[in-house]
């Protein structure tokens, strides 16, 4: 064997042979000169695999014309015939490997060869035998013989060789759709456990040959597309080409998950005796191919909102002519999809095949977020819900996640006599897609109704008890909370959850204790929707928060108290104070003719005693005074603040809370008390931030803003200006005395620049109107209140 520097010398002559040998085809076209070709492109091709020789044969070639030369001879090879004809295979595959070494590792000759078009040519050739897979496509591996299957999988090399670590030549593939070509290639190649079929025992002749290459084609065409991914130019992460693929491969690997689903092959195979690192290697195979078909799933699913339209729409082929569902096909894996048999031969190692199952698992999670992804999508629910069979209301899918959330709860009842553990991956899927999905007060409704009644499903212990994992009560509860949002829309829906009693369910469940803080924000926050919208609709829910079970657990309502006081969420603070206004609201407003019984209206008053405490009204004044970005949470507050205020004990408490800093529990008292024992809170006087804009320090800070409406990070509609006056005019029935002169001494000049300056202002009538009013009232004298 020549030493690497006589090697050099050598390759440079043989270079220009094949370079003549192109210009001679190109005047007369015969076999004896490609029989050349195919000697000469042989040995530059093998002196190229020699790495890190004491001669850079690489760069010396990469010189010359030989990169125009591959290009002019693969281009005279084909004529123009894809794929090529059988008598130029040999030739073209000598060809490819030359291109495939030289530019192994070489970003001069990666440009050089993308500079006179080889990767674009290569890819010519692949799209040829894309063209040849039939449509629809069978099920059976793509039939080429043995040199076929070496040019594709040399082909693959090239684009692979081309473009690992080199942008250039990945964003010019990426133009050309190379990702698409190569998965719809590569997948009827080599369909995933398909081997399996065709092994006999013994071994057809070429079977270890033809899989081998087809194992490899798969391998290698994997790899590409991943290379296709990792740009490392930042400039172009945004550019729209980078976005390797779309949803048209969801046929070409959605069908291929339900090869791993039962009936699995033997755990038996002749490559057991005759080649085991061939069974090896078509086992990683099926693997690779599982796992990275579940991860660009995954992952379009995550980032792209066409690829969602579409997942919801597309069609498969996994038996020829009978078009499936993509997504069903896709929920078929994540339900019934289970190791391969095969893995559990004595052959391949405990600690590989741990790694596997594990693996297999995880493949199974990114296909759920994908689903779950699927059905957030808003542009889908017309096709997600199907109302066409009435007895089955949205649809086969909307069954299906049914089934698999009361499937979870029976398999936990009946436990003692399954073997089989409940499948909570599934129930997860289910919750979260069909949370998801809920957007109309109808498909609420149609979930908590027969034939579903799902309710008391959804009350179970094992979705509340403090060891369910908590991945499982994101999705039960988020599920809950989309449900009961339209409470108010449909009364089946309060209805139906109080006859389960949710409330008791969440507030017996540890989800608001401290303990849970450091991991369940968003289960907290889900918890709050709940709550929140089930006592915007029923008294019944009011009852159940706020009044004790008799259980040794607080009440809902002190458990709530505690976690809005303790959290730093805003999200939770917020949302748990509008739990509050939304108590105030059933309790003050609500139709108490439609009461009905003496029990009913003693418990309608034993609840309105428990609310009207310092710790609750204080919770909503501070909800109005660090909400001054968000005018729907100040009119909340307002709202909520004024129907405390018309009852006796609860004026006193909602003065008192007026001026309770935003961070804290406790008033601004900084005066003397006065001689009746009446704090003289300290009025409000605008403080300042690097914006320049004032910073409401309490409630009654940011009521004078919204009156003022001038200088806030947000502009306050008419509407909660004009409840802002409707609240300081029933202020002063429960309140009197110096700290109420002195509120007054501070809102009065803003009311009447109010007054002053919506007169005649068109749209602010009522706010004219009501800012008047508050001003002739405050200008009487008050009765004092006994």
Request: proline share 8%; charged share 20%.
């Amino acid at each position: 064997m020549p030493m690497a520097s006589e090697a050099a010398v050598e390759l440079l002559p043989l270079q220009q042979v094949l370079h003549q040998l192109c210009l001679d085809i190109r005047d007369a076209d015969n076999d004896q000169s490609w029989n050349n070709v195919q000697s000469v492109a042989k040995e530059i091709a093998n002196h190229l695999r020699v790495r890190n020789a004491p001669v850079d044969n690489h760069t010396i070639l990469g010189k010359t014309e030989l990169p125009q030369t591959l290009t002019s001879l693969l281009s005279l090879a084909l004529r123009g015939t894809y794929p090529p004809n059988d008598d130029r295979t040999a030739p073209i595959l000598e060809i490819l490997r030359v291109g495939a070494n030289l530019c192994m590792d070489h970003d001069e000759n990666r440009g050089a060869l993308l500079e006179v078009g080889f990767p674009q040519s290569v890819m010519s050739l692949l799209e040829g035998y894309a063209e040849t897979v039939p449509s629809p496509p069978s099920p059976r591996p793509l039939p080429l013989p043995i040199p076929h299957l070496k040019i594709v999988r040399t082909s693959v090399g090239v684009l692979l060789n081309a473009s690992i670590g080199y942008d250039p030549v990945k964003f010019r593939l990426i133009s050309l759709e190379a990702a698409l070509t190569i998965i719809k290639l590569s997948s009827t190649i080599y369909p995933p456990t398909m081997w399996t079929v065709h092994q006999t025992n013994p071994l057809k002749a070429g079977f270890i040959e033809e899989w081998g290459l087809r194992s490899g084609i798969s391998n290698w065409s994997w790899r590409t597309v991943s290379a296709l991914k990792d740009v490392q130019d930042e400039n172009h992460l945004s550019h729209p080409g980078l976005q390797i693929t779309n949803s048209d491969i969801l046929p070409w690997i959605t069908p291929h998950l339900l090869k791993f689903c039962p009936p699995h092959p033997t755990d038996a195979s002749p490559l057991i005796d005759t080649d085991p690192d061939l069974l090896d290697t078509l086992v990683q195979t099926d693997f690779d191919f599982l796992e990275e078909s579940c991860t660009i799933i995954e992952s379009l699913s995550l980032d792209v909102e066409d690829f969602r339209l579409d997942l919801a729409r597309a069609k498969c082929y996994p038996e020829s002519g009978k078009p499936v569902s993509c997504l069903t096909t896709i929920l078929d894996f994540v339900e019934h999809g289970s190791y391969p048999t095969l893995w559990n031969n004595s052959i391949f190692e405990e600690v590989e095949r741990k790694n596997k199952e594990k693996a297999f698992d995880i493949c199974k999670a990114a296909l759920i977020k994908a689903v779950v992804e699927v059905f957030a999508e808003e542009k889908n629910e017309e096709v997600l819900w199907n109302d066409s069979d009435p007895e089955h209301p949205g649809g086969p899918i909307v069954v299906r996640f049914v089934q698999w959330i009361k499937g979870y709860v029976d398999s936990l009842e009946i436990e003692s006599v399954q073997k089989e553990p409940g499948r909570d991956d599934m129930a997860i899927c289910a919750s979260l897609s069909l949370g998801n999905l809920i957007r109309k007060a109808p498909h609420a409704a149609a979930l908590l109704s027969p034939p579903y009644s799902l309710a008391p499903v959804l009350s179970s212990i094992h979705f509340f008890s403090p060891s369910t994992d908590i991945k499982l009560k994101h999705g039960i509860l988020g599920l809950l909370k989309h449900l009961s949002q339209f409470s108010k829309l449909s009364p089946v829906i309060p209805k139906t959850l109080a006859d389960v009693i949710i409330i008791d369910c969440i507030t017996t469940s540890g989800i608001w204790d401290e303990k849970s803080d450091a991991m369940a924000d968003v289960i907290q926050l889900s918890a709050i929707g709940v709550a929140k919208h089930l006592c915007n609709a029923s008294l019944d829910h009011t009852f159940a928060l706020v009044l004790p079970s008799g259980g040794t657990h607080p009440s809902g309502l002190s458990q709530l108290l505690a976690l809005i006081k303790r959290s730093e969420s805003v999200s939770i603070k917020s949302e748990g104070s509008r739990v509050l206004v939304n108590i105030v609201k059933s309790l003050w407003v609500s139709d108490r003719a439609s009461d009905g019984s003496e029990e009913r209206q003693h418990k309608r008053e034993q609840t309105i005693s428990l609310v009207l405490t310092a710790d609750f009204v204080t919770t909503l004044a501070t909800l109005i005074g660090r909400s001054n970005k968000y005018p729907v949470l100040v009119n909340e507050g307002i709202v909520a603040l004024s129907l405390l205020s018309t009852h006796k004990l609860g004026g006193p408490l909602v003065f008192e809370a007026l001026t309770v800093p935003v961070n804290s529990t406790l008033p601004i008292h900084t005066a003397s008390l006065p001689a009746n024992g009446e704090p003289s809170p300290i009025l409000p006087t605008p403080s300042s931030r690097n914006d320049g804009l004032p910073v409401p320090r309490h409630a009654l800070d940011m009521l004078i803003y919204v009156l003022r409406n001038v200088d806030n990070p947000v502009n306050f509609p008419v509407e909660v200006r004009v409840n802002a006056c409707t609240f300081f005019l029933q202020f002063p029935r429960y309140t009197s005395g110096l700290s109420l002169a002195k509120v007054k001494e501070a809102v009065l000049p803003v009311l009447e620049h109010v007054v002053e300056d919506s007169q005649d202002v068109e749209g602010e009538e009522k706010l004219f109107k009501a800012a008047t009013l508050v001003v002739e009232k405050w200008a009487r004298k008050q009765p004092q209140q006994p």
